[in-house]
Every structure is written in C-alpha cells, then in structure tokens.
T-cell receptor, first 110, second 114 residues
Framework: AQRVTQPEKLLSVFKGAPVELKCNYSYSGSPELFWYVQYSRQRLQLLLRHISRESIKGFTADLNKGETSFHLKKPFAQEEDSAMYYCALNPAKGAQKLVFGQGTRLTINP | ETGVTQSPTHLIKTRGQQVTLRCSSQSGHNTVSWYQQALGQGPQFIFQYYREEENGRGNFPPRFSGLQFPNYSSELNVNALELDDSALYLC?????????????FGPGTRLLVL
C-alpha cells in the first residue's frame, strides 16, 4: 500500500536558519512526489514536484529512492514561510490520486 | 480566470441524513477530484471524475458517490451520514489527467455531522 509519512507535526525554526521538512514514502513503483503548502486563510496549493526539479520560493526537494525520502529544504527561512506543508505521492499513471502525509506545521520565529 | 469554487462553505447535518456538496472547476479544466480531510490529517482521496466518468476511487464506501456534469462541475453525495464523516471536503480540478498537470484546490466545505 502507498503511504506518506511526515514524522514532525510541528517544526519551529528561527528566521534565517535552515529548514528541512521530512517526508518518507512507501511505494513499490516509480513515484511522482509533490509538496503542497497551505498558508493561513488560503487554499492548498502546489509548491513543487520532483519531476520538475525546480526551486520555488527558495525551496528544493530531492527524491532519494534508496531512502524513500523526499525532504523539503530551504537554506534560509523567512517569516512568510510559516504555513502547513503536505508531502504527497501520486501512485497512478494517467490519473491524479494523491496520497497525502499528515502535514507539518512550520513556524518561523523572528 | 475563475478559480475552483465550492458550496456551501459550512454545513451541519445529523446522523443518517444525506448531503450534496458542489464544486465548480476552474475554467477549461475537465478533471475533478474530491478529497476528505479530517481534523489534523492530510487530505484523503475519495474519487476522481474525468469528462463525466469516474476515473478511480479511494477507500470509501459506496454511500459516497459523485457526478460530473457536461460543464465539468461536480457533486459529491454522501448518504446515511455517520459522525466520522465530519471533515473538510476538498475539490480539486486540473486541465487533464496528465501527472504533470497541477491540481488546483477549492476552499473546501466543512461538514459537521451531529
């Protein structure tokens, strides 16, 4: 069965410090992995996807198939990064059936 | 361009009742997915509709059913409501089924079952 685990429900770091939000997955095939973000009073939105290998708002995520991880990283946290972050896996080709983790609430302290 | 909209925003029902939630997809999007998000949890996939046909279903009982209309708007129906159905219901639309297409989420409908 496909599963996404985000081990930290809450993460608090100081502004300017590095941030790493952990995500581990279980899936037997080649996964499509995503990070979604929900800022306060806003709707859930895509932050980045591994297939694009892009950096959005300074965030990057590398797929490590050996460790089955897709951790989200940013070298210098900003206050506006405070939000709820969800890691998600799409196990289906030709469909979008996202399997989400429980989410990590990131708080950036000034 | 109009984003994904959902109605109603909030709803209170009693156990055993039936409920219909509505979703208008973003302009030009033919694919709609529904998710249930219980408090403190991530969204859980219910089902997806593509061009008016169901295209996959998550681990939800048959009392969760849906429809997609020719204009690609969608409904989620839940019969015989149970207390555990209390959750935020999210609708997401995308341009197509392709994995690289972004899913755009609506604001959700918060359902409380008493």
């Amino acid at each position: 069965a496909q599963r996404v685990t985000q081990p930290e429900k809450l993460l608090s770091v100081f502004k300017g410090a590095p941030v790493e939000l952990k995500c581990n997955y279980s899936y037997s095939g080649s996964p499509e992995l995503f990070w979604y973000v929900q800022y306060s009073r806003q709707r859930l939105q895509l932050l980045l996807r591994h297939i694009s290998r892009e950096s959005i708002k300074g965030f990057t995520a590398d797929l490590n198939k050996g460790e089955t991880s897709f951790h989200l990283k940013k070298p210098f946290a900003q206050e506006e990064d405070s939000a709820m972050y969800y890691c998600a896996l799409n196990p289906a080709k030709g469909a979008q059936k996202l399997v989400f983790g429980q989410g990590t609430r990131l708080t950036i302290n000034p | 361009e109009t984003g994904v909209t959902q109605s109603p925003t909030h709803l209170i029902k009693t156990r055993g009742q039936q409920v219909t939630l509505r979703c208008s997809s973003q302009s030009g999007h033919n694919t709609v997915s529904w998710y249930q998000q219980a408090l403190g949890q991530g969204p859980q996939f219910i089902f997806q509709y593509y061009r008016e046909e169901e295209n996959g279903r998550g681990n939800f009982p048959p009392r969760f059913s849906g429809l997609q209309f020719p204009n690609y708007s969608s409904e989620l129906n839940v019969n015989a409501l149970e207390l555990d159905d209390s959750a935020l219901y999210l609708c997401a639309s995308s341009l197509s089924l392709a994995v690289q297409e972004t899913q755009y989420f609506g604001p959700g409908t918060r359902l409380l079952v008493l």
